[in-house]
Nanobody
Framework: QVELVESGGGLVQAGGSLRLSCAAS????????MAWYRQAPGKQRELVAR???????DYADSVKGRFTISRDNAENTVYLQMNSLKPEDTAAYYC??????????????????WGQGILVTVSS
């Protein structure tokens, strides 16, 4: 099994900063892409940022220049530094991790797991 644990959300005033963390644990052999998504009330879940093993990144246009994704491969952890937060950034944020895990003796399989979601609220 692979488990993701998120932390770092909360309430912040507009213009403030928060840092989200997502730690993956379990029978992990390797991790490829680590990403953050968000879902605001009444809206579809959307990609915020993602990072490949080689360090390539993608960001939603709405967060470019304000958010930074990073990862600690040794700790299987992905971070999202969020600066200059706006009320429209209010949402539940979810990390998603893909990779390979142990599936039995001499067996492996790929996995795609989501975190439980963490709430970020930005007040105006």
């Amino acid at each position: 099994q692979v488990e993701l644990v998120e932390s770092g959300g909360g309430l912040v005033q507009a213009g403030g900063s928060l840092r989200l963390s997502c730690a993956a644990s379990g029978s992990i052999l390797s991790i490829s892409t680590m990403a953050w998504y968000r879902q605001a009330p009444g809206k579809q879940r959307e990609l915020v940022a993602r990072m490949t093993t080689s360090g390539n990144t993608d960001y939603a246009d709405s967060v470019k220049g304000r958010f930074t994704i990073s990862r600690d491969n040794a700790e299987n952890t992905v971070y999202l530094q969020m600066n200059s937060l706006k009320p429209e950034d209010t949402a539940a944020y979810y990390c998603k991790v893909t990779g390979w895990m142990v599936a039995g003796e001499n067996l492996q399989r790929n996995f795609e797991n989501w975190g439980q979601g963490i709430l970020v609220t930005v007040s105006s």
